[in-house]
């Protein structure tokens, strides 16, 4: 656990070091903040107490910032050499993985916990549905964590850092809308399984302010999947033959 | 603590990088490993320190296995991976301080020791300076740094001197036999002079496997076991001279090596000296012998000859 956050405080140094975080961190906000309250479905259109269209806004926001977050985190390390480095001091894989998987994670909440102004606001304005709400950001929050694991994943796969972006996008747009647009296609069990794998899905229950286990498992599942293919990755340099 | 590689294979694809290489290294011992560019001495040391598992073999340092206690291993040896791999991005102390952490050093002993570590490796001008704005000498003096920093029992290094100017190899080169008096050190080079000038026993590895093992005289005992000497003798006709030494009954081989003076080289048959014959025949003739010297076999010659076929 103390080697995790080891690894993680040194993340996130090197991300406000480089400016990057606070760079992601202000376009967050104009982004999300333009899209709330000035341009388009605007709070003040629907006239609802509620941060729906923050939450539509969050949802591709996240889904193009995170790549961009966590396409450095192993590619950097094999192209640098420094990933020899750590991995023989006393670090495992997975600790390797959990570290930089926290690290952004950790970064995404900043963010998202910069815009609890939007939700203070709105709650001033009008009567709203804190339960939905409460249920939004931990929507937001369960989606992060599953394209930083994919992300995560992506940068294991290669040295190259565009190629690591390029791949977390490319495997992030199928859950985020690629399996929603096909599960509108098929019919029965094909559309269902189509429909449970697509995010959108459980993202938009938990905006509603519904919950079920079956959404908590499926974002469960996912950030295993991807933090679990990354370390295979890793230790893939002893799979050889 | 001991170093005890037992038949170690590591394959890459239908490649074999290390081929069943077995050696020990013992405590207080600094062994060189020597051979040409891709021989297999990084992944040997990568093995070691846990880096790469290799697919047959066992590796023991002290009572650890490095199959079965890869993170007492890890604790245990200071490494230095081969071209130095550092975060440019960090600045010289938050770089040690993070190694230090990695490395679980309690919070009161950390301070201490990373200055220590300052102070050793010659770092105190550049230790606010990032990683990234220094010379390739200094970046080295952080690797070293880096892998000294817990004060390990068991030192690797591959190439802990590549970019270093000459009195920068100097320095490294004793810091090296210092902290090789209690610790166990295994270090590569493709540089003969260094490793004869800093390791206690050689080992040569070529095409993955181990071809030479021994002190630096040994290995030069090794390749060629035939008496050379160098023979300086006044007072005498050369050419009758000449004839004397190559009738003796040990002689293989007399050379006339200068063009004047009565200068020879004579290489006795395997395993035979002539140096008695020789101080016999002069006294008999009446001749001065004012010369006599061995000649060694260069290191270089040694390893060409077992690296080369």
Request: one cysteine or more; glycine letters at 8%; proline letters at 3%.
């Amino acid at each position: 656990m103390v080697t995790i956050w080891i690894i993680t405080k040194r993340e996130l140094k090197s991300f406000f070091d480089s400016l990057l975080a606070y760079i992601m961190i202000i376009a967050f906000l104009v982004f999300t903040g333009l899209f709330t309250w000035m341009i388009g479905q605007t709070i003040f259109l629907v006239k609802q107490a509620s941060l729906q269209s923050f939450f539509g806004v969050s949802y591709w926001a996240l889904f193009i910032f995170i790549p961009a977050l966590s396409m450095k985190l192993i590619a950097e390390e094999r192209s640098s050499g420094t990933l020899e480095l750590i991995l023989t001091k006393p670090v495992s894989d997975a600790q390797l993985v959990m570290g930089k998987f926290l690290a952004v994670l950790i970064l995404v909440l900043l963010s998202l916990a910069l815009t609890l102004p939007y939700y203070i606001t709105v709650a001033s304005i009008g009567p709203i549905d804190h339960g939905a709400t409460i249920l939004g950001y931990l929507g937001l929050v369960l989606m992060s964590a599953a394209y930083i694991s994919i992300g995560i994943f992506a940068s294991s796969v290669t040295n190259n850092q565009i190629i690591s972006f390029l791949l977390a996008l490319f495997i992030g747009i199928f859950f985020h809308l690629i399996f929603d647009i096909l599960a509108r296609y098929f019919p029965g069990f094909i559309g269902n399984t189509l429909n449970y794998l697509s995010l959108s899905t459980h993202y938009e229950s938990l905006t509603r302010g519904v919950i079920d286990s079956k959404d908590l498992i499926y974002f469960a599942s996912l950030i295993v999947l991807g933090l679990f293919g990354a370390e295979m990755m890793i230790g893939r340099r002893n799979l050889t033959d | 603590m001991d170093i005890i590689v037992e038949n170690i294979t590591k394959r890459f694809g239908s490649q074999k990088a290390v081929d069943n290489v077995s050696f020990r290294v013992n405590t207080g011992e600094i062994v060189g490993f020597l051979g040409p560019n891709g021989a297999g001495k990084s992944t040997t040391m990568r093995a070691i320190t846990c880096f790469l598992s290799p697919n047959e073999g066992d590796i023991r340092i002290g009572d650890y296995s490095i199959h079965q206690h890869p993170e007492e291993i890890k604790r245990i040896i200071g490494y230095l991976p081969e071209l130095n791999p550092l975060y440019q991005d960090m600045p010289v102390l938050d770089y040690l301080k993070f190694i230090a952490e990695l490395h679980g050093i309690p919070k009161i002993k950390r301070i201490q020791r990373i200055l220590k570590m300052v102070h050793t490796c010659g770092l105190e001008g550049e230790k606010h300076k990032k990683i990234g704005e220094l010379s390739r000498g200094y970046k080295q003096r952080v690797g070293l740094a880096q892998a000294l920093i817990h004060d390990p029992q068991v030192l690797i290094l591959d190439e802990p001197t590549s970019g270093l100017d000459p009195n920068q190899i100097i320095e490294i080169r004793e810091l090296i036999r210092e902290i090789g008096r209690e610790k166990t050190v295994i270090l590569s080079s493709h540089i003969l002079a260094e490793v004869e000038a800093t390791c206690d026993r050689i080992l040569i590895i070529n095409k993955g496997r181990i071809v030479a093992d021994g002190t630096s005289s040994d290995l030069r005992k090794r390749a060629q076991n035939k008496e050379i000497l160098k023979l300086t003798i006044e007072e005498g006709e050369r050419n009758v001279i000449y004839k004397t030494l190559q009738s003796m009954k040990n002689t293989d081989l007399v050379d006339i090596i200068s063009q004047s003076g009565n200068t020879f080289e004579l290489q006795s048959k395997p395993g035979t000296s002539s140096r008695r014959d020789i101080f016999r025949i002069c006294v008999d003739q009446g001749w001065i012998l004012t010369e006599m010297t061995p000649t060694e076999t260069k290191l270089e010659d040694v390893f060409r000859l077992l690296t080369m076929n």
